[in-house]
């Protein structure tokens, strides 16, 4: 995979771009200057590119904007090609000319420039001072409209042209990093990472939109997503932070693994408990990590672990044992167990269970707990299972008579499934059909 970075200053429409390119919606779109705080990364279809999106280049000597402004720079340097975007609106400015400047200092990869809101030539202003930038001939887009683009792929596709550019994207896992803000999620991410690539600050909101970086970690080839924190929706007031919540929300669906933050330090409060939940019902793999658990007092560990451990085991019923761990991000201690639990569970989830020891499981776990009487009065009889699904694990069970099993009773199976095949940590679906099993003939 090459790497295809995108610069500018800020506003000139670089989100946009990004989410064109890697026809997704990962890039936070708003038309407040500044949104886009982190790199974030995305690949695109059908051609061996990592898209990174960076913030607009900004010239903070301190705080978020000097932070934005360095990851980018480091994207730069690590760049293959470069898109670089300037406002045909608005015309060349001279923060444009400066930056400009610090790409050709910075890296001898190949770049574009792209004129953006290009959508009519009357609102263009001299098109020709655009060449000052030192990029050669402008190229006229419109990012909104997908407008141009066939100029940008030409221009890539050049560059691979003779070259070795991989066509597939390796399987790796993609896992998710959520909970409130100020948990220490980017403090995380950077942990695994080994660099400071996120931003942190003792302030909530400073991560918006969900960044995904493909790294290598304790022996595997992962995504990591780091989201920005979710907040109670009373809490909520402003309408980038809800985008940035619900970009949060969508990581779950776009993940294998979530791994929840929670700050150990405090009460655990129900908005994790609801993530956490959230997390189930989707039918991925969940680990809770107790985060600053060493400035826990050594003395309420244990009460304090058992407390958490109860919280969230009621709060969701298709995992029998939640799996939570705790661990330090600032110091990394637990961190590597953590990644050795959740890749064990990934292992485990992939595989298919023969139908005949599914059979057993049940045939034992119904000779010691009947299933109740329907609503009729007719017994039931659970006559034939097997494993349907993976990631989440599913359970399928004919049923021979009435079909109405109580919620009570699947707890109990899927309790029993669980135990008897090392899921306890996984979700496990169970559903009933009401026909037979096609070799009984009775």
Known sequence: MKNLVIVGRPNTGKSTLFNGLTNSRDALVHDRPGVTRDTISGNMPNRPWTVFDTAGLENAKTGIGHDSTDMAIRAIENADAILFVVDGRVGLNPMDIEWAKLVHKKTRA??????????????????????????????????????????????????????????????????AVLGQPNVGKSTFVNRVLGENRQIVKDEP?????????????????????????????????????????????????????????????????????????????????????LNKWDLVDPVERDEKLLKLKHQFANSFHQIIKPMILAISAQTGTGVQNLFKRVYEQWDISDAMTPTSLINRIIEKLVADRQPPMSRLKRPMRLKFARQTGRRPMKISINVGGASDIPESYTRYLRRGIATALKWEHLPIIIEYGKSENPFDKE
Not at 122 to 128: G, M, P, S
Not at 148 to 163: H, L, N, Q, R, T
């Open 110 to 175: 190949p770049a574009l420039l792209l004129v953006n809101k290009s959508e009519s030539a009357k609102r263009l202003n001299e098109i020709h001072d655009f060449y000052k930038l030192g990029f050669g001939e402008p190229v006229m887009i419109s990012a909104e409209h997908k407008r141009g683009f066939d100029d940008i792929y030409e221009f890539i596709d050049k560059i691979c042209a003779g070259e070795e550019c991989a066509t597939e994207q390796d399987k790796k896992i993609k896992i």
């Open 205 to 289: 909101g400073i991560t918006r939109d969900t960044v995904k970086i493909p790294t290598h970690f304790y022996g595997r080839d992962i995504v990591i997503m780091d989201t920005a924190g979710l907040r109670r929706k009373s809490g909520v007031t402003d309408d980038v932070e809800t985008l940035s919540a619900l970009k949060s929300l969508d990581a779950i669906e776009k993940s294998d693994i979530v791994i929840l933050i929670v700050d150990a330090t405090k009460n655990i409060e129900n908005q994790a408990l609801s993530i956490a939940a959230r997390v189930t019902d989707a039918g991925k793999i969940l680990c809770v990590a």
